[in-house]
């Protein structure tokens, strides 16, 4: 792959409509701009997604007004187990990063823990079976409805509908591989995933600019696909793996952004890129204003199934597979484990 320079680094606008209206060659040549941006940048925005933007914007007020309730509400709610990974994760608890090095984590999160919190929720449907029923921290955590009565059912709907539209873009990554369509069909289509809300409350400029300080530290996520929705504040930014430097990723009204998770880097034998990635203090802000903005994000991290193998997909072998196979759940798993405080791991691991 040709290195490329910053002014040359651009996360590409893929629109996505033809592939479900346009004819069989608009589908192929859609998907072959998927399997484009997931080789050069890892990352892309999609336009013409199907979900509504009234249904987004209800999503990012239901968010609002939870992360504004009392922390006496929130923390009932607290996260407790990186099996189940669902709960609110206080400010402070966090540190994204991609080192493995245990000391270097604990070190990262005491000086430089991510400035925010958030709340995970999980698959909530008749497939449960997944996972043990009666061990009570698997169950999703909800505000008490006589103070958030729209919350839940707003999560569930959205969640639903951001599991639709991660199989279709997986169909577009199969037929830009020149592969049958329906591939990963039976490989992720439990809805294993975790929609995250996120709240980035104002801070001090002069915060982040410490050493290793950032609103969510570099890293590359987990699972297959991510889905991000930014508000207009900004501040998400992609690194360039040709200079290393991080180079923004600004909001674009009525898109989202889409990045590879490591587990689809895995199953594409590396041809894709899980990119670095992280959240700094927006540019363009009021530089007379010592504290930055307000900044709220929706991701939407999906997964394979919780038992799938992920191994190299036949057509990327190559010279050999650089990576074992591994199940789903015990490299989320372990991976969770690494950035978040083990002091709030309740639960038996």
Known sequence: MASLTDQQFSVPVVDFGKFWTGTPDDKLAISQQVVKAFKEIGFMYISNHNIPQPVIENVFKESSDFFALPDAIKDEMAWRDPRANRGYVKQGRERVTNSTDADEIAQLRATAPDVKESLEIGLETGKEYLIPLNYPDYRNYWPPSEVAPKFRPAMLHFYDTCHTLHMDVLRAVALGLGMNEKYFDPLSDEAWHTLRLLNYPPVAKEILKREGQAR????????????????????????????????????????????????????????????????????????????????????????????????????????????????TEDYLVKSILLYLDPEFIWGCI
């Open 216 to 327: 969510a530290g570099a890293h590359s996520d987990y699972g297959s696909l991510t889905f991000v929705f930014q508000d207009d504040i900004g501040g998400l930014e992609v690194q360039n793996s040709s200079t290393m430097n991080y180079i923004p990723a600004v909001p674009i009204p009525g898109t989202i952004v889409v990045n590879v998770g490591d587990l689809l880097m895995r199953w594409s034998n590396d041809q894709f890129k899980s990119t670095m990635h992280r959240v700094v203090s927006p540019t363009g802000t009021d530089n007379e204003n010592p504290l930055t903005p307000r900044r709220q994000s929706i991701a939407f991290f999906c997964n394979p199934n919780a038992n799938t193998l992920v191994e190299c997909l036949p057509g990327c072998v190559g010279e050999g597979a650089k990576y074992p196979p591994v199940r």
